[in-house]
């Protein structure tokens, strides 16, 4: 009992420290629980009980709190918000920068640039990609910042932890197998994708395709502007758009719970179980319909100067990598739910 509620403890601590440092803090903090026990044990002139130990971790602190005294102060954005702010940019950089860089390449690829044009054109894209993802930066370190600011905001966040640790119990925290497998980032991250999903590809349809600022040179020696080249046809939007809407939302809604709850439970893991079949089902759904991708030859030869033959391979590209994709996603989801049902099977709740 008391090697599993200090591990437990422990490894609470270590969800909320930075990976860099984590194990030397985690050891130092494991350290101190014990001297402090060994200590409180010679003095009760008995052997450290579960009483004792809820005790002591009721004392140290709750989980958190000990992991945020251990963070640098901040002045420009507070430890409250600092843990959160560091996650949205980990999941909103990458995809922003991804995004850019897929679409310039896209851009490149039916520009039909000469080598040294073409050069110069990434040049500028690479240049645009930064200063795109230094502004994402800035916005939300400002927002942040100014929610960290607002009269009364944090002095709440403040109050609510302190109720929050009146209250917590060191025999609530959980065993340290669901800490491992239960990841607060990998969540967030869930959510955040899927409400992108549905708010692009139910409010801004428009923006789902390639446009770029690149120039083609035309046999005048002048310069014209690459088109948008839309992505999807209008069948993909009326037929499968709405069945993906679902499943994101349901996604959503299911990450939701687990965050509240702190970890999965079976009811939790035969829902997700039940939303990853679904996804399976409309991604072999959408393999088997034809006329979905907007990259035909005819429509990609009318987006930049290219030769019936280019715009066909790149065609034919585009099919069976959206076919690829497709394939790719269907067999995460469906190791997804090989985990959960293993999980369950083997007890791991």
């Known amino acids: 009992m008391k090697t599993n509620l200090i591990d437990r403890y422990i490894a609470e601590i270590g969800k909320h420290?930075?990976?860099?440092?984590?194990?030397?803090?985690?050891?130092?903090?494991?350290?101190?629980?014990?001297?402090?026990?060994?200590?409180?044990?010679?003095?009760?002139?008995?052997?450290a009980d579960e009483e004792m130990i809820v005790a002591l971790l009721e004392e140290f602190g709750k989980p958190e709190k000990v992991a945020a005294s251990y963070a640098p102060e901040r002045q420009l954005i507070g430890p409250q918000l600092y843990p959160i702010y560091l996650l949205i940019l980990k999941i909103v950089l990458p995809i922003v920068a991804t995004v850019l860089l897929v679409t310039s390449a896209f851009g490149l690829a039916i520009a039909n640039l000469q080598p040294a044009q073409a050069l110069a054109e990434a040049g500028k894209a690479l240049l645009g990609i930064l200063s795109a993802v230094v502004s994402a930066v800035g916005s939300i370190t400002i927002t942040f910042a100014i929610l960290d600011r607002i009269p009364g905001f944090r002095s709440e966040i403040?109050?609510?932890?302190?109720?929050?640790?009146?209250?917590?119990?060191?025999?609530?925290?959980?065993?340290?197998?669901?800490?491992?497998?239960?990841?607060?980032?990998?969540?967030?991250?869930?959510?955040?994708?899927?409400?992108?999903?549905?708010?692009?590809?139910?409010?801004?349809?428009?923006?789902?395709?390639?446009?770029?600022?690149?120039?083609?040179?035309?046999?005048?020696?002048?310069?014209?502007?690459?088109p948008f080249f839309p992505i999807f046809t209008g069948l993909f939007f009326s037929r499968f758009v709405p069945w993906l809407t679902l499943v994101w939302g349901l996604d959503i809604l299911i990450n939701i719970i687990v965050l509240h709850m702190g970890s999965w439970k079976t009811i939790t893991r035969l829902c997700n179980i039940a939303i990853r079949a679904g996804a399976i089902t409309v991604g072999a759904v959408m393999l088997a319909t034809p006329g979905l991708l907007n990259f035909t030859a005819e429509a990609i030869t009318a987006a930049g100067p290219l030769d019936a033959s280019t715009a066909e391979l790149l065609a034919a590209m585009a099919r069976q990598g959206f076919a690829s994709v497709l394939v790719v996603v269907m067999v995460v989801e469906g190791i997804e739910i090989v985990k959960h049902i293993y999980r369950m099977v083997a007890g791991r709740k």
Request: hydrophobic residues 40%.
């Open 17 to 47: 420290l930075p990976a860099k440092n984590r194990a030397d803090i985690q050891k130092e903090i494991r350290s101190t629980l014990e001297d402090m026990l060994e200590e409180r044990s010679r003095k009760a002139g008995r052997e």
């Open 158 to 226: 403040e109050k609510d932890k302190r109720s929050e640790e009146k209250d917590w119990d060191p025999r609530d925290l959980p065993e340290v197998r669901d800490v491992e497998k239960f990841s607060i980032p990998g969540l967030v991250a869930d959510i955040v994708f899927d409400a992108i999903a549905i708010v692009i590809f139910n409010f801004y349809p428009h923006l789902i395709g390639f446009t770029s600022s690149l120039n083609s040179a035309v046999a005048s020696g002048g310069w014209s502007s690459v």
